[in-house]
């Protein structure tokens, strides 16, 4: 396969399997989650082309330090101590910091099979995207059950293996645009956990956010343009980190032409902090999931209790809360 440079057709006959996403109304075809299964084969070649890819990125430096999803040995962690570092320097510099939370809709599956010629521009090995080339391209879906076939065009089958990876080469643009903006902004940082974007911004005052931070989203809504993707404004949120500092004016921000709501509380990579970070808001969160968890464990017990499986199922998922 390597050597031809060619992906058979036979083994990216993807089979659909769509996941009721929690909360929504399952009469609307956006409440399902879409899950591409490819053959046995074609999967492990999928996983093999994607190591290659993530080795040459990687030895090359290609992907950004400030991107900590989908790497080795980069976590949440270390993407929540770079988030708490830059609060500290500003507590030192008595500087007002603000993040910017944006949401990305259906940001892996919206990358496109073109997006691949930014592999070209970063010295990828040019067999590698060809085989890559191949492999999305005439990839077709079939569903046995309803006798329907078509034609996968737009984005990256989620499920893939490559989707992820392919997606950090795209967000790589908007952190390198955004770092070339350093020398206007100088307070400018953005963390990226896979499609999790956070902007952050620091002032002397409240009010000038609304200015400053016109151009940096300007460059993320060119981003978004150039690469066909969209950004939810309705999930998007900001907070403001008063410090020792009093707010006495909220910035308008506003981002593909709709205001961004301003949060007391903001959940970012799994941990929800309040403007003044003394966790409480994610503790709060965590009780109310463990008075969940507690009621699903003792209410069954009178008509015999929890199945032994889902009980392990739900001590293992409250021990990673």
Not at 193 to 198: E, K, S
Request: a positive charge; aromatic letters at 10%; one cysteine or more.
């Amino acid at each position: 396969m390597f050597q031809k440079r060619h992906f058979s057709k036979f083994l990216k006959l993807t089979k659909v399997v769509l996941i009721p996403k929690e909360g929504k109304d399952l009469s609307q075809p956006s409440s399902y989650r879409l899950i591409c299964l490819l053959p046995t084969w074609g999967k492990i070649l999928d996983k093999i082309i994607t190591q290659r890819l993530v080795f040459e990125l990687e030895t090359s430096q290609k992907l950004h330090r400030n991107q900590y999803g989908f790497r080795k040995p980069r976590s949440t962690v270390l993407a929540m101590d770079d988030f708490l570092e830059y609060i500290k320097n500003t507590e030192f510099h008595k500087l007002i910091p603000l993040a910017l939370s944006l949401d990305m809709s259906n940001g892996f599956n919206s990358v496109h099979w073109r997006d691949i010629e930014c592999l070209i521009k970063d010295g990828i090995s040019p067999y590698l995207v060809h085989i890559i080339r191949d492999f999305l391209f005439d990839m077709k879906i079939v569903d046995r059950e309803n006798d329907i076939e078509y034609y996968y065009s737009k984005g990256i089958p989620q499920g893939s293996s490559l989707g992820p990876v392919l997606w950090l080469v795209v967000a790589d643009r908007l952190l390198r645009r955004l770092q070339a903006l350093g020398d206007q902004f100088p307070d400018l940082h953005c963390i990226m956990f896979a499609d999790d974007i956070l902007l952050l911004s620091a002032e002397t005052a409240s009010y000038k956010f609304t200015r400053n931070l016109e151009t940096p989203i300007r460059v993320i809504e060119t981003w978004a343009n150039d690469f066909k993707l969209a950004i939810n404004p309705t999930k998007s949120k900001f907070i403001i980190f008063p410090i020792k500092k009093k707010i006495t004016h909220i910035p308008r921000l506003k981002i593909v032409g709709k205001n961004i709501e301003n949060v007391k509380s903001l959940k970012y990579i799994g941990v929800s902090f309040d403007t003044r970070l003394n966790w409480l808001s994610h503790f709060d969160e965590v009780k109310r999931s463990l008075i969940y968890i507690a009621r699903l464990i003792v209410y069954p017990e009178q008509q015999g209790g929890l199945v032994p499986i889902l009980l392990k199922k739900l001590i293992k998922w409250l021990l990673r809360v």
